[in-house]
């Protein structure tokens, strides 16, 4: 269930705390072979099962960048702003993936609110958000990601 603001200055309450998780999602190779005809990004590693058994990983992996996208989608799980116009997502200043996603491994996003700050009649907030693996010690993907939130006038 998400933490719910009931408008964007409320975020500024909350800055340091932890928001909470996303649910758990399984990666499918259905869903890399998808990602990787949406990029164009068909390495080995990625779309080639037989021969990713006999690589690093011993199976497929996710992109790295697949496992960033679906940030967007963790993300209104954890955080919902209301009150507003609109919200955009409008860039990042950290990512980090530690550890690859095997294929049929389950992520889920946890996310800490690091700062909030007005900008040009916005409320802008940095979001750092942990993707994990199910029973692995090192996260996927850590992202700080930077929304920002317009007031309803």
């Given at each position: 269930?998400?933490?719910?603001?009931?408008?964007?200055?409320?975020?500024?309450?909350?800055?340091?705390?932890?928001?909470?998780?996303?649910?758990?999602?399984?990666?499918?190779?259905?869903?890399?072979?998808r990602?990787?005809?949406?990029?164009?990004?068909?390495?080995?590693?990625?779309?080639?099962?037989?021969?990713?058994?006999?690589?690093p990983?011993?199976?497929?992996?996710?992109?790295?960048y697949?496992?960033q996208?679906?940030?967007?989608?963790?993300?209104?799980?954890?955080?919902?702003?209301?009150?507003?116009?609109?919200?955009i997502?409008?860039?990042?200043?950290?990512?980090?993936?530690?550890?690859?996603?095997?294929?049929?491994?389950?992520?889920?996003?946890?996310?800490?609110?690091?700062?909030?700050?007005?900008?040009?009649?916005?409320?802008?907030?940095?979001?750092?958000?942990?993707?994990?693996?199910?029973g692995?010690?090192?996260?996927?993907?850590?992202?700080?990601?930077?929304?920002?939130?317009?007031?309803k006038?």
């Open positions: 269930m998400a933490t719910v603001f009931e408008t964007p200055a409320e975020l500024k309450a909350a800055v340091g705390k932890h928001l909470g998780y996303s649910d758990w999602l399984e990666i499918s190779q259905d869903r890399i072979d990602f990787a005809d949406a990029t164009g990004d068909h390495q080995w590693i990625h779309v080639d099962p037989e021969r990713a058994k006999q690589g990983f011993g199976a497929t992996i996710a992109h790295g697949l496992t996208s679906l940030v967007n989608h963790f993300l209104p799980q954890i955080i919902e702003v209301r009150g507003i116009s609109m919200g997502n409008y860039g990042a200043d950290r990512l980090r993936f530690p550890a690859p996603v095997p294929v049929n491994s389950r992520i889920r996003g946890g996310a800490e609110l690091l700062e909030v700050q007005e900008v040009k009649g916005t409320i802008q907030a940095k979001i750092r958000v942990t993707v994990e693996i199910q692995s010690e090192r996260p996927a993907c850590v992202i700080d990601t930077i929304s920002r939130y317009y007031p006038p």
